[in-house]
């Protein structure tokens, strides 16, 4: 844990902060283009249709969600999806021909049984790799992202591995035949490579996920929020020095299990959870709490808590510490990150040779302050 040290991140901010101008160099980059990737979930087309994501600033765009029937396993859109499908590859390639775009399959609000039954059997990985395959083709994306959340057990860890060896077999083989560029896959993932859930222990399949994808997504936040109402988190800490429930622990786990930082992109949160304080004097990170606070059931996207500082003259901090932000106004209380604590994450992520970073999700920004941030501060740093 070494490379990762407090120390360390303390550095990291260091220099950060120094940087008031821009410099270039001439030296050549060794390694893949970095990955400056986010989610567009379709429930926010309401609010935030595909025309208002800034292409731009990214190098690779998620398309969230579709899923697969619950019975065939293969992908039936309607003819509203279809429309969406084709409107959001044509609208971000007209603001930036480079932009890739990806499928993201399931979600956390998705059945993972309806992916364990799937991946259980060889004939049914086929034909859902197989339709996904053609769906991908037929909207002319460039990519596929599986978000199973989460594997459940060890059995089911081990055919996620064979999934992503087929699945990656199967796109080898349609781009030969089509003489077309392979598809992209990735795939979101739990921010630490192994855990418990349910007091069962289980981990990925590093060796397939090292082989057949381009690059995994740790989902790095809600490390604490409405499950847990006794006290205040930083619910994607970079560091905890009371616990291994943090940005760096996460990632450092999944290095040292054999996963390239190379081919691991940093997930960062555009929302923050909430809490209700026990006292209004007492409102640091862990200070009692006694329920959820402001928002839809403990959650401010960024835009919403900005808003709210900005509206109640809440009182900001920025903890050097975990790397985090929060704000309290009364017994209100809000954990999230801002432009400075993306910022310093972004330093850490390139500092220790990960591929890039991706945002959950790009229609919480607030007129995309922090996703110009962040695409800058990677350029830059």
Request: hydrophobic share 40%; with cysteine.
């Amino acid at each position: 844990m070494a490379a990762f040290s407090y120390l360390h991140h303390i550095l990291i901010f260091i220099i950060i902060s120094l940087m008031t101008t821009r410099f270039t160099t001439t030296a050549a980059v060794i390694g893949p283009p970095p990955v400056k990737a986010a989610y567009w979930p379709t429930w926010s087309i309401s609010y935030f249709p595909p025309s208002s994501i800034d292409s731009t600033l990214f190098t690779h765009i998620y398309y969230a969600f579709v899923s697969p029937n619950n019975v065939t396993f293969k992908f039936e859109d309607s003819n509203s999806t279809a429309s969406l499908l084709r409107e959001f590859t044509t609208t971000l390639r007209g603001k930036n021909p480079r932009v890739k775009t990806l499928i993201s399959i399931g979600g956390g609000g998705d059945d993972p049984n309806l992916f364990a039954r799937m991946a259980s059997n060889a004939r049914t990985r086929e034909v859902f790799i197989k339709s996904a395959i053609e769906l991908a083709r037929e909207f002319e994306f460039d990519g596929l992202d599986l978000d199973w959340e989460f594997p459940q057990d060890p059995k089911q860890m081990m055919d996620l591995g064979i999934l992503f060896k087929e699945w990656r077999s199967a796109i080898q083989i349609e781009a030969q035949m089509n003489d077309r560029p392979p598809l992209l896959l990735t795939a979101a993932v739990y921010f630490s490579v192994d855990f418990f859930l349910s007091n069962i222990y289980r981990k990925y399949p590093v060796d397939s996920i090292s082989r057949y994808l381009d690059w995994a997504n740790p989902m790095c936040y809600d490390y604490h929020g409405s499950w847990n109402t006794s006290q205040t988190g930083a619910h994607a800490a970079l560091y905890d020095p009371k616990s291994n429930i943090s940005t760096s622990y996460g990632l450092q786990s999944w290095i040292e299990a054999g996963v390239p930082a190379s081919k691991l992109v940093m997930g960062l949160p555009l929302y923050g959870r909430t809490w209700k304080l026990k006292d209004p004097n007492i409102n640091g990170i862990g200070a009692p709490a006694a329920g959820v606070g402001p928002g839809n059931r403990g959650v401010l996207t960024f835009l919403q808590l900005d808003h709210y500082n900005g509206n109640n003259s809440a009182t900001v901090v920025y903890d050097v510490e975990s790397v985090s932000t929060y704000s309290y106004v009364g017994t209100s209380w809000i954990g999230y990150d801002d432009v400075t604590s993306t910022t310093t994450k972004i330093g850490f992520a390139k500092a220790h040779g990960l591929l890039g970073y991706f945002f959950w999700a790009v229609s919480f920004d607030n007129e995309g302050k922090i996703s110009k941030q962040a695409s800058r501060a990677w350029t830059d740093l």
